[in-house]
């Protein structure tokens, strides 16, 4: 197999008709020789309905349908265990990800490259959001001590070796591109056009975003850790000069102290050690789920044109 190409599906049933004439126009331009891998993440506008249909159209077209909502990190990672090209495309189902820029990633990948992201040139996403997720980098920039630039997306193509690299990696928690650039290897990236979606809205809330950054955050660095260690040894050598000063100021004015300040810094270093408890409770949760082993993701079917199979299985 050449290309293989991994879109995970949740909440755009309606664009995958033209997801996949668009695709189908693009990859046939490079080869005759890929495949169109769409993973069903129980999408509850019934995508399965639509990838059944394709699949028994195009024999190029493979159906993955997980048991149940595993999320976007996961459904990408159920297609890459089952793709076969000695290149394999990520995109999103939305058709933000435009098709036609495949050529592009592949003639770049071409020059020597194991990694080639596609670096959204003007993003079609809410103000809100962008600014968002720009301050989510910022602060994953200070934790990991890398570089992120927000504009880079999940839409890239990597080589097969990157593949199994990433896919042995089987952390509970999960970042596409993070990963990647963890792994290394020879990395570039190219400009492409962002367009706007198809149809609908984004399924990520304002609070997956969060919860998402805080996985990502703490199952990738423990510098929130060293952070509040340092914290902590500032506000205690900070406490012991005030307290010293406040006895001196006792005796050498005569002044009672009041206990207003003294609540009021009561909770304040009471809100700070329930912060600091909560911190290392999330990376406590962290090792809580890993070390569960349960499978990443569990698949229902698996559909193809020449070959159909329905069983279940657990990866």
Known sequence: MDISVVVPVYGCKKALPELHRRLTESLETITSDYEIILVNDNCPQNSWEIIEKLCKADSHVVGIELSRNFGQMKAILAGLDVSEGDWTVVMD??????????????????EGYDVVFARRRVRNDGKMKVFLANMFYKVYEFATDGSYDGAVCNFSIVSRNVVNCYCSMREYHRGYVMYLKWLGFRQTVIDVDHDARYEGKSSYSLKKRINMA?????SQSDKLLRFFVGFGFVMSTISFFVIIGLIIYHYVANVTIGWTSLIAVTFMLGGIVILVLGVVGVYVGNIF??????????????VKTSEETSHEKSI
């Open 214 to 218: 805080i996985e990502l955050l703490t």
């Open 289 to 302: 789920m890993q070390t569960k082993q349960r499978p990443l993701y569990v698949i229902r079917q698996i």
């Open 93 to 110: 189902c939305d058709l933000q990800d435009r098709p036609e820029e495949i050529p592009r990633l592949y003639e770049k990948a071409l």
